[in-house]
T-cell receptor, first 113, second 111 residues
Framework: DAMVIQNPRYQVTQFGKPVTLSCSQT?????MYWYQQKSSQAPKLLFH???????NEADTPDNFQSRRPNTSFCFLDIRSPGLGDAAMYLC????????????FGPGTRLTVT | GENVEQHPSTLSVQEGDSAVIKCTYS??????FPWYKQELGKRPQLIID?????GEKKDQRIAVTLNKTAKHFSLHITETQPEDSAVYFC??????????FGKGTTLSVSS
């Protein structure tokens, strides 16, 4: 059973054209995360929501925004994608913060042309 | 902030051999150390984790050891099988901070 679902799995956008990636979860977890993973690199946390509280990592570019309209859904908005934003974007959830397992979605691979 | 170094970046073993992946961390406040396995084109999945009050943890063929003094922890896989082939990420977490991942180790198990 899918627990963390990401749509679409593959997304192609043009340079500078806004794009939105979607994540939903059936786990009823309090925390939702967005990671960026470039080829052969570690996942890098962009931001997370604890319930409705938004927490941005200090080095996340302003070009990246997020919305969490309800417990189940979280969106990643890239306002003006650049070629350097091409990557796999992973959504993850956890029951709480701290020493606890994070459940990852399958990811959305973003291509910027 | 926390920095996690992972070695080696690639590891090739024969089926049945053991594999060891090592990580070091910089923040002495880190207290949680998970290991994730990511098969090609799939999501990362937690395979084992260890907390700072424990020195070793084992789950069937997988074990993790932690040396807090030296600030390093290791993943040990015994009796490797082809399905163990994947990218393995270590990570470290200090209370109130984000999970910081190592750069990953690509493990190849040949039969």
């Amino acid at each position: 059973d899918a627990m963390v679902i990401q749509n679409p799995r593959y997304q192609v956008t043009q340079f500078g054209k806004p794009v939105t990636l979607s994540c939903s979860q059936t786990l009823n977890h309090n925390v939702m995360y967005w990671y960026q993973q470039k080829s052969s690199q570690a996942p890098k946390l962009l931001f997370h929501y604890y319930d409705k509280d938004f927490n941005n990592e200090a080095d996340t570019p302003d070009n990246f925004q997020s919305r969490r309209p309800n417990t189940s859904f979280c969106f990643l908005d890239i306002r003006s994608p650049g070629l350097g934003d091409a990557a796999m974007y992973l959504c993850a959830t956890s029951r709480g913060l701290g020493e606890i397992e994070q459940y990852f979605g399958p990811g959305t691979r973003l291509t910027v042309t | 902030g926390e920095n996690v170094e992972q070695h080696p970046s690639t590891l090739s073993v024969q089926e049945g051999d053991s594999a060891v992946i090592k990580c070091t961390y910089s923040d002495s406040a880190s207290n949680y150390f998970p290991w994730y396995k990511q098969e090609l084109g799939k999501r990362p999945q937690l395979i084992i984790d260890i907390r700072s009050n424990v020195g070793e943890k084992k789950d069937q063929r997988i074990a993790v050891t932690l040396n807090k003094t030296a600030k390093h922890f290791s993943l040990h896989i015994t009796e490797t099988q082809p399905e163990d082939s994947a990218v393995y990420f270590c990570a470290a977490l200090a209370a109130g901070t984000a999970l910081i991942f190592g750069k990953g180790t690509t493990l190849s198990v040949s039969s």
